[in-house]
T-cell receptor
Framework: EAQVTQNPRYLITVTGKKLTVTCSQN?????MSWYRQDPGLGLRQIYY???????DKGDVPEGYKVSRKEKRNFPLILESPSPNQTSLYFC?????????????FGNGTRLTVT | AQTVTQSQPEMSVQEAETVTLSCTYD???????LFWYKQPPSRQMILVIR??????QNATENRFSVNFQKAAKSFSLKISDSQLGDAAMYFC????????????FGSGTKLNVKP
């Protein structure tokens, strides 16, 4: 089954404790991206990647890191989480440069930073 | 940067009735795509419908249709014969072909369906 797999689904952590949210897709998609969803703000892009070893900032990259060492994986790293990073996070993928390829989303990770 | 505006934070509709969700966007591009995504309580993001800007004909998918007004930069979603399963958050999204790295999302409209 074609899918984007995110883990964990829920995560509670404390300020400053490094964490990683994993994202993996099995569709051989070049394009992958991370979004955060906050009430009243919709989804905002954090980082995206056009292919292996090619990543770039989205609209709200501060406090986040990503890596793309393999085509299927695109982890989101919070080196020193803060309470303002409490949010719902989504990973998504699609075929690059193909407007007929819609974004495929993971099931989201609810992160709480205390 | 492009912006997408959904001015209705929440709406309600009676089961079997029709409801229209509004979306406006701002862009200087001529080629782009517009989408409506549905997010039920399960949090899954589900593509509902897609519209290519170069097509004048409004997209339709079963009970879902859009009213695309390119000059007015308006992209509303009409849901006919509303069902309880339509209750969800709906997001309007924009994807420009010249900056295909980014999807721009609106703030969402929560749709309640009353039995």
């Amino acid at each position: 089954e074609a899918q984007v797999t995110q883990n964990p689904r829920y995560l509670i952590t404390v300020t400053g404790k490094k964490l990683t949210v994993t994202c993996s897709q099995n569709m051989n998609h070049e394009y992958m991206s991370w979004y955060r969803q906050d009430p009243g703000l919709g989804l905002r892009q954090i980082y995206y990647s056009m292919n292996v070893e090619v990543t770039d900032k989205g609209d709200v990259p501060e406090g986040y890191k990503v890596s793309r060492k393999e085509k299927r994986n695109f982890p989101l790293i919070l080196e020193s989480p803060s309470p303002n990073q409490t949010s719902l996070y989504f990973c998504a993928s699609s075929l690059s440069r193909d407007p007929n390829s819609p974004l495929h989303f993971g099931n989201g990770t609810r992160l709480t930073v205390t | 940067a492009q912006t997408v505006t959904q001015s209705q934070p929440e709406m309600s509709v009676q089961e079997a009735e029709t409801v229209t969700l509004s979306c406006t966007y701002d862009t200087s591009e001529s080629d782009y795509y517009l989408f409506w995504y549905k997010q039920p309580p399960s949090r899954q993001m589900i593509l509902v419908i897609r519209q290519e800007a170069y097509k004048q004909q409004n997209a339709t998918e079963n009970r879902f249709s859009v009213n695309f007004q390119k000059a007015a930069k308006s992209f509303s979603l009409k849901i006919s014969d509303s069902q309880l399963g339509d209750a969800a958050m709906y997001f309007c999204a924009y994807w420009g072909l010249y900056n295909f790295n980014k999807f721009y999302f609106g703030s969402g409209t929560k749709l309640n369906v009353k039995p």
